[in-house]
């Protein structure tokens, strides 16, 4: 069944049931217990679909990577709003990606984070980057960008410093 590719639990399942006799609980436990047993692998959650599940060693990260992104877009999970964001602009602070998923809790945010890791983007210093080359860059830039906003801000009289200027 993985021998053609990586695939999201739920059509593992799905194949088992029809095509082996399995029932939905059995099929779980089928996967659970070849994970545990090393003959597949977790790779990244795929909202609700569960997990991707590989075989090491015989599936590349270059596959991995493809059929994560081709599930992120299929099943219209969050986070690949913020990859087609991340294609256009480059970089993003973790605290934007947050308001932009509306996240308020630390945990799901670093889920997120995680997930823009195993599918090839760059965190560092609280920033996500879509490569290395541009690292330095982008993080000069975005940090001139928020300075300028800032003194355009305090200069037009901006209502967030109506407060200093007394």
């Known amino acids: 069944m993985l021998s053609k590719g990586p695939l999201i639990s ?10 082996h006799g399995h029932t939905r609980d059995s099929a779980r436990k089928y996967i659970q217990r070849t994970k545990e047993k090393g003959i597949i692998k977790e790779y990244i959650r795929i909202s609700n679909e569960g997990f991707i599940y590989y075989i090491d ?7 991995l990577l493809n059929y994560s992104l081709r599930c992120f877009k299929d099943n219209n999970c969050r ?15 973790y605290k934007e990606i947050g308001r932009l998923l509306n996240i308020h809790n630390n945990t799901f945010l670093n889920n997120i984070i995680e997930n823009l890791k195993l599918v090839g ?8 980057i879509s490569s290395y080359d541009q690292l330095e860059t982008l993080i000069y830039i975005y940090n001139n960008k928020m300075l300028k906003n800032i003194v355009n801000c305090y200069s037009t009289g901006c209502e967030a410093f109506k407060h200093f200027s007394d």
């Open 10 to 19: 739920a059509d593992i399942q799905k194949e088992l049931i029809e095509y």
């Open 57 to 63: 060693n015989f599936h590349d990260g270059k596959t």
């Open 79 to 93: 986070i690949y709003s913020i990859i087609d964001i991340l294609k256009e602009a480059n970089i993003l602070t």
């Open 121 to 128: 983007f760059i965190c560092k210093d609280n920033y996500v």
